[in-house]
C-alpha cells in the first residue's frame, strides 16, 4: 500500500536558520504529493502541492520538489522565522483521493 | 473561504456513554466528508469516508457500529462514538472535500475534538 515516511522530529532550530525536513514515500502510480502544516489550537493548512514528477510546489518561502527517481518531497526553506514553529505533514494521495500521511515532524524556532 | 468547523472542540465523558461530534463545512458544500484519529505525537489516520446520503465507507479495522457515521446534508457531517471506553480517548479530525480542477479534490480540515474517556 501506499506509506509516507517523514524525518523524526521534533526540530528545533534558530531564527534565520536553513530549513530541511525530509519526506520519501512508497505509492503505486503517480501520486500527488503535499506537504500540511498544523499551527498550535488549529486545523491542518496546505501548505504547498506537486502533482507530478519534477513540479516544485512553494508558498510563504517553503518549497519542496517532486523527485520521483528518489521518491522523495524535502520541505526546504532558506530562513525560517518564529512564527514558522508548527507541525509539518507530508502526504499523499493516489487515485482514491484518500490522504495518506507520514508521521509528523514538530518544527521550533528559537528567537 | 473553505472553512470546516468542529464541534466541540474538547469533551470528557465516562465509560459507557455516547458522544457526538459535528462537522461543518461553513461557506461551501461538500459531497465528501473525511473522518481522521490522530494519536499523541503520531500521524493521523483515515477511519471513513462519508458521502452526502448514503453510507459511509470505513476504513479496514474501523468498528463501524462503534464510530456512526452520519452525512445528513452538504454541509454536515456527524461522529456518534458509542459506548465510548477510555481507549477511544483521541483527537479526531474531520475534512470536508471541495471539488477542484483536475484529479485532486483539496480537502479543508476541521481544528479537531479532544475526547477523553474517563
Known amino acids: 500500500g501506499n506509506s509516507v515516511t517523514q524525518m523524526e522530529g521534533p526540530v528545533t532550530l534558530s531564527e534565520e536558520a536553513f530549513l530541511t525536513i525530509n519526506c520519501t514515500y512508497t505509492?503505486?502510480?503517480?501520486?500527488?504529493l503535499f506537504w500540511y502544516v498544523q499551527y498550535p489550537g488549529e486545523g491542518l493548512q496546505l501548505l504547498l502541492k506537486?502533482?507530478?514528477?519534477?513540479d516544485k510546489g512553494s508558498n510563504k518561502g517553503f518549497e519542496a520538489t517532486y523527485r520521483k527517481e528518489t521518491t522523495s518531497f524535502h520541505l526546504e526553506k532558506g530562513s525560517v522565522q518564529v512564527s514558522d514553529s508548527a507541525v509539518y505533514f507530508c502526504a499523499l494521495t493516489s487515485l482514491t483521493q484518500k490522504l495518506v500521511f507520514g508521521q509528523g515532524t514538530r518544527l521550533t524556532i528559537n528567537p | 473561504g473553505a472553512v470546516v468547523s468542529q464541534h466541540p472542540s474538547w469533551v470528557i465523558c465516562k465509560s459507557g456513554t455516547s458522544v457526538k461530534i459535528e462537522c461543518r463545512s461553513l461557506?461551501?458544500?461538500?459531497?465528501?466528508m473525511f473522518w481522521y484519529r490522530q494519536f499523541p505525537k503520531q500521524s493521523l489516520m483515515l477511519m471513513a469516508t462519508s458521502n452526502e446520503g448514503s453510507k459511509a465507507t470505513y476504513e479496514q479495522g474501523v468498528e463501524k457500529d462503534k464510530f456512526l457515521i452520519n452525512h445528513a446534508s452538504l454541509t454536515l457531517s456527524t461522529l456518534t462514538v458509542t459506548s465510548a471506553h477510555p481507549e477511544d480517548s483521541s483527537f479526531y479530525i474531520c475534512s470536508a472535500s471541495l471539488p477542484g480542477q483536475g484529479s485532486y479534490n483539496e480537502q479543508f480540515f476541521g481544528p479537531g475534538t479532544r475526547l477523553t474517556v474517563l
Open positions: 506537486a502533482t507530478k514528477a519534477d
Open positions: 461557506d461551501f458544500q461538500a459531497t465528501t
Open positions: 505509492a503505486t502510480g503517480y501520486p500527488s
